[in-house]
Nanobody, 122 residues
Framework: VQLQASGGGLVQAGDSLRLSCAAS????????MGWFRQAPGKEREFVGL????????YYADSVKGRFTISRDNAKNTVSLQMNSLKPEDTAVYYC????????????????WGQGTQVTVSS
């Protein structure tokens, strides 16, 4: 599966932003999907995930209550709705796919999008 993330941009603290990840291939609905981010000088970190059917989600504590992941298997897309953004959310955001079951570990994901930059100014 090939992934293409989009929707990043420059926003102010408190604003909202919605990232999208478009997937190619007819097997998208069989993959569990994750969002990760990497800030300059920092390691890639887990943001959240959604299982193949969309009925299970899990979030990092740092974004819980502010970010929401959803997916539309008919459209081969997964989205990350980000509300109440903070400067510390500034990072390149990546979507990723795994067939190994839901996991917050980046090593479990086999397919990655190219990343989209999110910058939150104070």
């Amino acid at each position: 599966v090939q992934l293409q993330a989009s929707g990043g941009g420059l926003v102010q603290a408190g604003d909202s932003l919605r990232l999208s990840c478009a997937a190619s291939g007819r097997t998208f609905s069989t993959y569990d999907m994750g969002w990760f981010r990497q800030a300059p000088g920092k390691e890639r970190e887990f943001v959240g995930l959604i299982n193949w059917s969309g009925d299970t989600t899990y979030y990092a504590d740092s974004v819980k209550g502010r970010f929401t992941i959803s997916r539309d298997n008919a459209k081969n897309t997964v989205s990350l709705q980000m509300n109440s953004l903070k400067p510390e959310d500034t990072a390149v955001y990546y979507c990723a796919a795994t067939y190994r079951g839901i996991s917050p570990q980046a090593d479990e994901y086999s397919y990655w999008g190219q990343g989209t930059q999110v910058t939150v100014s104070s």
